[in-house]
């Protein structure tokens, strides 16, 4: 695949970022385009490795390795090679419906699960899955290809996140009338609202639901089902139900203080910012900002690193990121953390590198728990207290943080944002429709059949799985649809 001798030849240039002083004043993506002929050289670094690892999504030691969607990488990199751009897109989107969003925002388990990567940097996939789609969108080869023929059937998708409109998406290709309830106003779920503008535009979101709705997808926006219209009257007016929910229900902190003024999830915080965004330019006010602020960030991952970056946006007095981890290594422990499995090392991302420019340090420490947030006679937050912890065994093996005596701090803070992952979904659909839960409170339904306790009620996504990846969730809402194709017919036609 590729140029046999490419790997030797080249080396590993990935798309190039807008400069930090240029992005912190804006909300536009932070990534930009390699040229194309940077992005063919980089194809050829494809090797001809003989078994692929990068194409087919795994879990080793509850990290991803490989692609969830299998996408067919060696293939359109050797594509993209030769200058084949639409051969490319179409053996992308072979396996992959939104390709625009996983080039964005997708972590590239598939690079983690690259030959090249053993022992020098990954081909650069998820950079060239993003120039193949972006290419083919700019030359006007992405275009509304509804089905020839309706089957009659009728399937209601709650939910239109990832998993719900990849479901959609395939359910609609397959000939059934869709429509997708979705309780914001506007469609994408974590999409729209959950992942800030630069990272992923909004207009690349509306742009293929646009095409979605031209194809003949139907979008109910502004109705929560369970409240503005029941689940039991999804149940029965539609053929089948699909519940796509999101795992909405965030981790909380119990500790003194929670209820003051200036505590707040970052899902509270992140949304309304791209809702205020999209709306007016931020101009109506309706959002939590961190201007002028001392903010502090509790959570270490990806949602942890969007309320940095936003809040460097509003022009906050500075932002501390606590993570009650330990610091991974530099590098790849080879030994406890071989290839191919997700590598357990530190990275940088947008927001730290931003917060380092701003301030001169990685906002991030570690290892490091929250006693309670203290406040002023009129219940705002002015301080949180934080203590130095070690994780430490107890007599059955189970780990657990033991404080380190003497590192108690108190540090002034206006704004703390939750940012501490999701516990699972929310109640009153399960309650309504009364299908069982699993023990981590996410709708029971086995992979492979998304069947529910409830008859022709279907589950995916993050809602039976779990808080995941983006790429997850569409791997679960094209594997849900294949499972209600086969339901409402006896067989599927669905890949």
Not at 196 to 214: C, F, G, H, S
Not at 232 to 245: I, P, Q, R, S
Not at 470 to 492: F, P, S
Request: net charge negative; glycine share 10%; with cysteine.
């Amino acid at each position: 695949m590729g140029k046999p001798t490419g790997f030797l030849e080249y080396t590993r240039v990935a798309n190039p970022t807008r400069p930090i002083p240029e992005r912190l004043k804006d909300w536009n993506e932070v990534y930009v385009l390699r040229d194309k002929e940077t992005c063919e050289t980089q194809g050829a670094r494809c090797m001809d490795c003989g078994i692929p690892f990068c194409h087919r999504g795994e879990l080793m030691h509850n990290g991803a390795s490989g692609c969830p969607v299998y996408n067919l990488i060696p293939e359109w990199n050797d594509l993209i090679y030769r200058g084949r751009w639409r051969q490319a897109l179409d053996r992308l989107h072979h396996t992959n419906n939104f390709p625009e969003f996983t080039g964005r925002v997708c972590p590239a388990p598939c690079e983690a699960g690259c030959v090249l990567g053993i022992n020098e940097p990954a081909v650069t996939i998820h950079d060239n899955e993003r120039t193949i789609i972006d290419w083919g969108f700019k030359n006007g080869w992405v275009v509304p290809e509804p089905p020839e023929h309706r089957t009659g059937k009728t399937v209601a998708v709650v939910g239109s996140g990832p998993a719900g409109l990849a479901a959609a998406a395939q359910l609609n290709k397959a000939g059934h009338l869709v429509t997708v309830f979705e309780r914001d106003d506007r469609v994408g779920g974590l999409l729209m609202y959950g992942i800030p503008n630069m990272k992923l535009d909004k207009a690349v979101v509306q742009r293929r639901v646009d095409i979605l709705a031209e194809e003949g997808v139907v979008f109910k926006t502004g109705v929560e089902v369970g409240k503005d219209i029941s689940a039991k009257k999804l149940h029965k007016e539609f053929d089948a139900v699909v519940l796509t929910t999101g795992a909405t229900n965030p981790r909380d902190l119990k500790v003194e203080g929670r209820e003051l003024k200036g505590v707040h999830y970052a899902m509270e915080f992140l949304r309304a910012n791209t809702k205020s965004l999209l709306d007016s330019e931020l101009k109506d006010g309706n959002f939590i900002s961190a201007e002028g602020k001392k903010v502090i960030v509790i959570g270490g991952g990806d949602t942890g690193t969007d309320c940095v970056a936003t809040s460097l946006r509003h022009g906050c007095e500075n932002v501390r990121q606590f993570e009650i981890m330990p610091k991974p290594p530099v590098e790849r422990n080879r030994e406890v953390n071989p290839w191919p499995e997700w590598p357990a090392s530190l990275k940088i991302d947008y927001g730290q590198h931003e917060a380092i420019f701003k301030q001169g340090e990685d906002p991030r420490e570690y290892l490091v728990m929250t006693k309670k947030f203290e406040g002023d006679k009129d219940g705002n937050l002015v301080a949180i207290h934080t203590v130095n912890i070690a994780w430490m065994r107890d007599d059955e093996g189970r780990m657990f943080p033991k404080e380190i005596e003497g590192t108690e701090r108190r540090l002034e803070a206006d704004l703390v944002l939750l940012a501490m992952g999701f516990l699972g979904p929310e109640d009153k659909i399960a309650e309504e429709l009364a299908f069982d839960r699993d023990g981590c409170s996410n709708y029971k339904a086995e992979y492979g059949e998304f069947k529910t306790s409830t008859k022709k009620v279907f589950a995916a996504g993050d809602a039976r799985r779990g808080q995941s990846l983006v790429v997850w969730a569409i791997n679960e809402g094209r594997a849900v649809a294949r499972e209600v194709d086969r339901y409402l017919m006896g067989d599927t036609v669905l890949p």
